[in-house]
């Protein structure tokens, strides 16, 4: 890594500064903020004291900016902020009086290894003894006719390095100017098309894929580690052993850390290997009870189609739809009241499955209810978020069904949906598992 990419990582580092200068600086924060109607809150960060955070437009939001040191005050101050809101969702910041929009870009693809490398391509640096000066890398895309912006791919700028909430490190932007924008909105609608038109071009030139970098969140896209006891991990020898093709895409579910769509869908994945299995259990269920009903007649038209439609066979070998192949493998391999454990578990989640929970489009979990089976809800909420992951129709009940996208905001909410279905199909691994066996 060259000392131009090493200059981007490295924390700078604050002097001390004199109290009246310091005092100085709150004082001009404070006249800015308020003449330019921008919120500036005090608050108490736990062994550190009372520090300061700006917040700065971002759509209809609020996104807050912390100035934990005397340092970061006076860097912020040094930039024109009042001319600047964030855009929603993204790194990225709009100036309307400049006409100017700057949002991060990032490299997808894991492969590459540190960002400098995958850089270092974009920019035509690729053999290894070429002179690469992360400082004066740039793409310029001038614009070809009137009103439309001008493009560059380049280092941050100053401004957005203030107003970002990121540790410093190598970072690059896409930048446009000559923007004639006056809204939210419509700032970050030229944003994706600009960026969906320039990125993707630059895929197939340079098969470097990037992407816009999705804001930090301190809750609900990207969720912490919970957190264990530091008691040592004590195993015990096997007793049961799992069939590798559900297996494989449980530990895929498990790596496709902040990719919430393909996490939600290895996971479903692992219980849906399971569907021809236990929907036989149930449609066998529905069989005899039919067969032992006094009133069933074999010469009656709509005694047959019930049968018939007991014994319903899907593609896969499965009985009945999709949906009730669901829901017979979750009551087969899940206790109810083990579920409504898991869903309360823990405070965050079990607020967001009771209250947060109720202003999404998917089916509805009575967590309220101490008496419900919760298996048919998250059975039906499982497979709502299924079919808007992969815009199917296979269940008449449905209707049209509006596709889930990535990188949307709905998609970053998935968390602890992702952490319930990883559950069931822990649950449902563990009910279709073997005793071990070396020589089977």
């Not at 101490?370 to 059975?379: F, I, Y």
């Not at 509006?402 to 909410?413: D, K, N, R, S, V």
Request: aromatic share 10%.
């Amino acid at each position: 890594m060259t000392d131009a990419d090493n200059a981007f990582e490295e924390e700078e580092i604050e002097a001390a500064r004199p109290p009246e200068e310091i005092a100085a600086a709150k004082r001009l924060l404070v006249e800015r903020c308020s003449a330019a109607g921008i919120t500036l809150e005090e608050v108490n960060v736990p062994d550190e004291g009372p520090r300061l955070r700006v917040g700065m437009k971002c759509g209809r939001n609020t996104r807050w900016l912390g100035l934990w040191s005397d340092d970061s005050i006076g860097q912020f101050l040094s930039i024109p902020f009042e001319k600047y809101i964030y855009l929603a969702d993204l790194e990225a910041i709009c100036s309307y009086v400049d006409g100017t929009i700057e949002a991060a870009i990032r490299p997808l693809a894991p492969s590459f290894g540190p960002a400098s490398f995958a850089y270092r391509r974009l920019f035509g640096f690729d053999r290894p003894d070429d002179q690469f000066d992360v400082e004066s890398a740039k793409i310029a895309v001038p614009a070809t006719q009137e009103g439309l912006p001008h493009i560059e791919i380049s280092p941050a700028s100053e401004v957005f390095t203030r107003l970002s909430r990121s540790p410093a490190r190598l970072r690059m932007t896409l930048k446009l100017a000559g923007c004639h924008v006056t809204t939210h909105d419509s700032a970050l609608a030229l944003l994706n098309k600009a960026a969906g038109s320039v990125l993707f071009q630059l895929d197939l030139l340079t098969d470097v894929p990037m992407g816009l970098e999705k804001a930090r969140r301190r809750f609900g896209g990207g969720r912490s580690q919970r957190k264990r006891s530091n008691q040592a991990t004590e195993l015990q020898y096997p007793k049961t052993q799992f069939e590798n093709a559900p297996l494989s895409l449980y530990w895929y579910g498990r790596s496709a850390t902040g990719m919430p769509l393909l996490q939600f869908l290895a996971f479903y994945q692992v219980i849906e290997f399971y569907f021809p299995i236990y929907s036989q259990s149930a449609a066998q269920r529905k069989l005899k009870a039919i067969l032992k009903d006094p009133t069933f007649r074999g010469d009656r038209d709509a005694d047959i189609a019930r049968l018939l439609g007991a014994i319903y066979v899907s593609r896969s070998g499965a009985f009945g739809d999709e949906r009730s192949q669901l829901r017979a493998t979750l009551v087969e391999c899940s206790d109810s009241e083990a579920l409504r454990q898991f869903l309360e578990a823990e405070a965050e989640r079990k607020d967001f499955f009771l209250n947060k929970a109720k202003s999404s489009p998917y089916h509805k979990i009575p967590l309220a209810n101490p008496s419900a089976d919760l298996r048919n809800d998250v059975t039906d909420r499982i497979y709502d978020i299924r079919c808007k992951i992969v815009h199917t129709k296979t269940d008449s009940r449905d209707g049209d069904v509006e596709l889930l996208l990535p990188f949307t905001q709905e998609a970053e909410q998935l968390s602890f949906d992702i952490e319930l279905v990883q559950y069931l199909a822990q649950q449902v691994l563990v009910a279709g598992s073997a005793p071990f066996n070396v020589h089977g």
